[in-house]
């Protein structure tokens, strides 16, 4: 009995291992050499240059990188992650958007009880919603810190300018998003919150009907920026709907176009930026 | 032999690495991090719903989304063309202009502060203090009637604020109307000649290199942005409500 007896590591012993990281190519081996794993995949991945090329070329998801890039673009000093987070945020919110989508029609009668039935009686609603308003919120922060760092990093400088400037439509359509949708959940907050948003429209020069020089165009408060926005001389159900189309379909398609151009010229403007 | 100095351990390293698997896995860490922070987020704090939407009851205050306070406190200074419609321009204009007026070729790709004070100085100003700095105050400190409430104070509905703002021309002894608009038009035309006059004689030997039409759209950008502060400073401290009064417009 006692030959059988297993041998126990000392803790010093143990120690050393987690502190060479000999013991993770332990469990790496052990795991890759077991039946399931054997069974399960028919070959290994050699770490070589050559496969790691292959991995981002070869994968239509991962292929928008580049191949190699330089040492400074790792450090999160450098990038502070926040473009990417952007992105990640936009993604989690058209996830969330679309299952809620399935539960919220946006008509005057029903807007705001299928958000009591969304919270209440849906399964995983309340998350769902919980999720989608708090990822716009942090998307609205995130872009503003990413172009904070852009800025201070000096990257909009040659030959970045013109991405630069899709940036900033982005930064308008992130808030022209997170606006939209503010009037969604059809309660006071959302109603009052966009009635002062748009009663800006209203004082627009020559084409809103309180603003400067509008009785030269002949604008009317049933006929000027702000009623083509609203649909009506007020917030009411047909801005309700203006904007959930907006919000939904119009907005998200342009600024995912600007978003494919925004990413394309990172690659073709050479890269992330660094010191030259 | 032993005397050697130990070298960097950066000494050596490739200076381009490949993305598989260094960046990748960087990429998986934080989405992994950021799913979890949202996650959880969402489970402990409830999005918002307050009753129906009803357009008889307007309520004191009433916001618009916290990213907009800023623009919204603006209004406190300026008329809703300019802070609703013309001040957003120029902000979208004016960031987009920045790689194109900002010619200094330093500072490409790094972070630096002396190689370009003028530009960090110009864009933390705007962002800080123009933009998130409102933004708190209009979140935090405006209550009903869009009146100023410290975090400790009640916010009194009834609160009466008097209203003793007067224009410029008014307090300058000017007291008939055509007379006004010509002294506020004065003011202000003056202010952005001379702003530019100014910019260019400081800068002369910069125009040969910079060019005339990038120095004059960055003095116009900057002018705009200087008089939002000189127009919230006067009526702030001056109790000054316009500067140029017309039949058409007020500024």
Known sequence: ?276 | MAAEAPKKKVEGLPEKVHVWPYLVRLELLCAILVAIALTVWSIVIDAPLEEAANPTKTPNPSKAPWYFLGLQDVLVYFDPWFAGVVAPVFIIVGLMLIPYLDVNPKGNGYYTYTERKVAIWVYSFGFLVLWIALIIMGVFLRGPGWNLFMPWQFWDPHKVVALVNVDLPYAFGVRTYNMAMLFGGAVVSGYFALGTAAYFFMERKAIKNVGFMRMFLKIQLYLIMLGMVIKIVLRLGFNIKYIWVTPWFNI
Not at chain 1, 71 to 100: D, E, K, P
Not at chain 1, 176 to 195: E, K
């Open chain 1, 1 to 276: 009995m006692a030959a059988n007896k297993p041998e126990i590591p000392s803790l010093a012993d143990i120690v050393a291992k987690v502190k060479s990281g000999e013991i993770f190519d332990e469990i790496k081996k052990s795991i890759i050499s077991s039946q399931v794993w054997t069974s399960s995949f028919r070959h290994g991945y050699a770490d070589t240059p050559r496969n790691r090329v292959l991995q981002i070329v070869s994968n239509v998801w991962l292929h928008l990188h580049p191949v190699k890039i330089h040492r400074h673009a790792l450090r999160i000093r450098f990038t502070w992650c926040m473009g990417g987070i952007t992105f990640l945020l936009f993604l989690s919110t058209v996830v969330t958007g679309v299952i809620l989508m399935f539960y919220y029609r946006p008509v005057g009668e029903y807007a705001y009880f299928d958000m009591k039935y969304l919270q209440y009686d849906v399964p995983f609603g309340m998350l769902m919603r919980n999720m989608h308003r708090w990822a716009a919120h942090a998307m609205v922060i995130t872009v503003w810190l990413h172009m904070f760092r852009v800025f201070l990093t000096g990257s909009y400088k040659p030959p970045r300018e013109f991405n630069w400037v899709i940036g900033v439509f982005l930064v308008t359509f992130t808030l022209l998003l997170s606006f939209t949708g503010y009037l969604l959940p059809w309660d006071q907050l959302s109603m009052w919150a966009v009635t002062v948003g748009t009663n800006m429209a209203r004082a627009t020069p020559f084409l809103g009907h309180e603003g400067p020089f509008a009785e030269f165009v002949g604008v009317t408060p049933r006929y000027d920026a702000r009623s083509m926005l609203l649909g009506g001389s007020l917030v009411g159900p047909p801005a309700l709907l203006r904007f959930y189309v907006l919000h939904c379909i119009f907005i998200p398609l342009v600024a995912g176009a600007l978003m494919i151009v925004h990413f394309w010229r990172i690659r073709k403007d050479g890269g992330i930026s660094g010191p030259l």
